[in-house]
């Protein structure tokens, strides 16, 4: 079982940035996909971005595409979530998690989220 642990959130004025990052326990990170994904007040969890083991792939959601980036450091069990030209629609509870399977199925494993609110 891995846990993991978001960090980084805040608040931002609109245009700023944000660094998110997920800290992951065990030794298995590396082989994990992994994902954020995003609650925003009162609506259901989204899709945001997620990227492969090796992090030779990822994909976004068309809303955060060009302005987001994630990225993964194996080194340090840490997932990334550079967050640029930020928009008050990125407000959210934002939330990592892994996959044993793809980018976009099987995510078994999650974290407790850490809040980002985006000021216009």
């Known amino acids: 079982q891995v846990q993991l642990v978001e960090s980084g959130g805040g608040l931002v004025q609109a245009g700023g940035s944000l660094r998110l990052s997920c800290a992951a326990s065990?030794?298995?990170?590396?082989?994990?996909?992994m994902g954020w994904f995003r609650q925003p007040p009162g609506k259901e969890r989204e899709f945001v971005a997620a990227i492969t083991s090796s992090g030779g792939r990822r994909d976004y959601s068309d809303s955060v595409k060009g302005r987001f980036t994630i990225s993964r450091d194996n080194t340090k069990n840490i997932l990334y979530l550079q967050m640029n030209s930020l928009k008050p629609e990125d407000t959210a509870v934002y939330s990592c998690a892994a996959s044993r399977t793809n980018l976009h199925f099987g995510y078994d494993y999650w974290g407790q989220g850490t809040q980002v609110t985006v000021s216009s």
């Open positions: 065990g030794r298995t990170f590396s082989t994990y996909f």
